[in-house]
């Protein structure tokens, strides 16, 4: 979270994240997790606005407007624009302007902008239904790879011993997965060895990078038809975790998405998501306004 002051950023501090639980609600969890963030800063006095990009953004209006107010309540009574990551960072890649913005990180998301503000979406349905080439994908692969390798099912691969290197005796990697209170970041942890194993050669673990950067390709090629179906010139920008693995996702994945999509003009990412959030404060919610909420509109800017 950042403290913004005369549309720049005065300070940043960093909280943990949200947890699901079957005990606690999810809502209270990003609500305490936003709150830990606004502490973190020092509760900061006279905050008239606070603009959230949130993974666990509710999709169903009334539990978004919950949450939206219970951090009104929660942060002195600022204003508050709440809506999903994607948004922050379609925001914070191509600076609010219309084209494509792929996110790639433990989870996956496409968001398009056409020219007349329409908005188009890809994936973004979670580990369980969807996030196709995400760091959650690319783990679960490995460690699936591994399994069926220690199984009989599947070709001999360099990821067990890596695997072993990371858990310890694999006879137990399933129950220590399913016992774990955060799975989900565990196993979106293993992309840095999967990625050293593919770099080394191996080919079970080649081919998950590879099949991952054809997902990501999918995704993305889904959202440009969609943002100009004309086949004309659409701006395309990314961010996330992924792209920063330059051999293994961010050339492979341009050349594919222009050979696929030859109408794209490629942006490197102006900034991320936490810029995109302060571009927004600045200069208002434009194009994004029907993927946002607002609770507390009473407050000063």
Known sequence: MALVRDGAVAEIAHAGGFAYSAGTDLLDSVADAVTEAFDALGAPAGVGRICLGLTAAPLQPDRRRRLAESIHDRL??????????????????LGGTAGVVTTAGTGVVCLGIDLSGGAHQADGHGYLLGD???????????LRAVLAARDGRGPATALTDA???????????????????????VIASCTSWVAAVARAGDPVARNIWAGAVDDLVATTAAVVRRADPGGGEVPLSYTGGLFAI?????????????????????????????DGAVRLLASGLGPYTPLMLTAGSDAHV
Request: proline fraction near 9%; aromatic fraction near 6%.
């Open 132 to 142: 196709s080439g995400s760091g959650f994908a690319i783990g679960r692969a490995a």
């Open 246 to 274: 330059d051999d293994l996702v961010r050339r492979p994945f341009l050349d594919a998405v222009r050979a696929r999509c030859p109408g794209v003009l490629v942006h490197e990412p102006l900034g991320n998501p936490l």
């Open 163 to 185: 695997a072993r290197d990371a858990f310890g005796d694999l006879a137990g990697l399933s129950q220590h997965i399913y016992t774990s209170p955060a799975p989900v970041r």
């Open 76 to 93: 002195g009574g600022a204003e508050v624009w709440l809506g999903p990551d994607m948004v922050t960072a379609h925001a914070g890649a």
